[in-house]
């Protein structure tokens, strides 16, 4: 409901206006108290000191005996969405509940940053998420998970071109670390959403560029995913690959496109951006080219026609993320100004 208020003049240089009676009753305030008045983009926003982000607090009540992949995924689904004490209650009569929960707990220590048992029961866990925003602000995040991604997607290319199996299982080992940052991350937007503050804190202008944000965050996350199937597909690599080589220096490309459209979000750079949304392009036609031609109409073994359709899926579907990196940087410039200059 909007409600229009007039602006009343007091004294020289100060200016009143009222609040709704509904508001300060819903909020527990009386006269004397005090609100919060923030000033972001062109706006006031009002809001009692007792408001704190990062309060909510959930509660999962397991009732049958389902397998504990669904139980995390809506643990996961609560620390997006911002909650900060979660409760996992298991039915008294679910048999294994010491295993069960034990899982749980090793499962959310590895995958979601900042989580901390309180307390614990034999059939209950409590957990409280434990993250101070102004530690690893959002943008530093975001670096510290491109990093992340760019090493795996590196690493993975290196095992698959040399048959490396040690550092192909490296590669796995840290999809973990990448999974931490980008539920950290996403986790950040959400309480950004919830709470103008936190937004002012987290250094976002908007709810669109928060937006955008969480879709660059998602697309590190998909192309870690793929740098993790590369790296899966050099343990069935055959000893002999006619064409390993060639892909490797097609990943590489598409790695450098992967970092330049990172650089472009960084610089907010719209030029580098159209780049390499423009590269995305040709590269994606190369790739399906080459995989008709090269591989599967190749005179190369089965196995590796086999092997080389997954990789190529994957390179394929790395260049267009890196291509929508490139678009949610045009939109997060845009929705900073609105005067765009093409040149």
């Known amino acids: 409901m909007v409600e229009k208020r007039k602006i009343q ?17 819903s ?21 009692p000191p007792k408001l704190e982000s990062g309060v909510l607090s959930g509660e999962i009540k397991v009732l049958k005996a389902v397998d504990n992949e669904q139980i995390f995924r809506i ?34 220590r590895i995958k979601l940053a900042g989580v901390e048992v309180v307390d614990e029961t034999y059939n209950s866990v409590v957990m409280k998420i434990l993250l101070d925003l102004k530690e690893l602000p959002l943008i530093r995040a975001t670096r510290r998970l491109h990093l992340i991604v760019n090493n795996m997607l ?18 796995l080992q840290r999809d973990d670390e990448a999974d931490r940052f980008h539920f950290m991350i996403v986790r950040q937007l959400a309480l ?3 709470d103008i503050r936190v937004m002012h804190e987290l250094g976002i202008s908007n709810p669109v560029e928060a937006i955008n944000y969480r879709i660059v965050a998602r697309n590190l996350e998909r192309i870690a995913d793929h740098a993790v199937n590369i790296a899966r597909r050099t343990f069935h690599r055959p000893s002999e ?29 719209r030029q580098q951006s159209e780049e390499v949304i ?32 997954m990789v190529f899926d994957s390179l394929r579907r790395i260049t267009r993320y890196s291509s929508g990196i490139a678009e949610a940087t045009l939109n997060i410039k845009v929705s900073k100004s609105p005067i765009t200059e093409i040149k």
């Open 9 to 25: 003049k007091t004294g020289s240089s100060s200016y009143i206006v009222t609040l709704p009676k509904e508001w300060i009753d």
């Open 27 to 47: 909020m527990g305030l009386k006269s004397g108290d005090y609100v919060l008045i923030y000033e972001h983009e062109g706006k006031l926003v009002i809001t």
């Open 75 to 108: 643990l996961v689904a609560m620390y997006l969405s911002g909650y900060s004490n979660i409760t996992i209650t298991f039915n008294q009569t679910i048999p294994d509940l010491a295993k069960r929960l034990s899982d749980l707990k090793n499962r959310a």
């Open 154 to 171: 590196k690493d993975a290319l290196e095992a698959f071109k040399n048959n490396d199996r040690g550092l192909a299982e490296a590669v």
């Open 192 to 194: 950004a959403l919830l």
């Open 241 to 269: 690959c006619v064409l390993c080589e060639e892909t490797y220096n097609l990943g590489m490309r598409i790695t450098n496109l992967f970092n330049k459209s990172m650089d472009g979000l960084y610089k907010l750079s």
């Open 278 to 309: 423009h590269e995305a392009h040709e590269i994606v036609t190369e790739i399906e080219e080459t995989l008709l031609n090269k591989i599967l109409l190749g005179n190369i073994s089965d196995q590796e026609k086999t092997l080389l359709t």
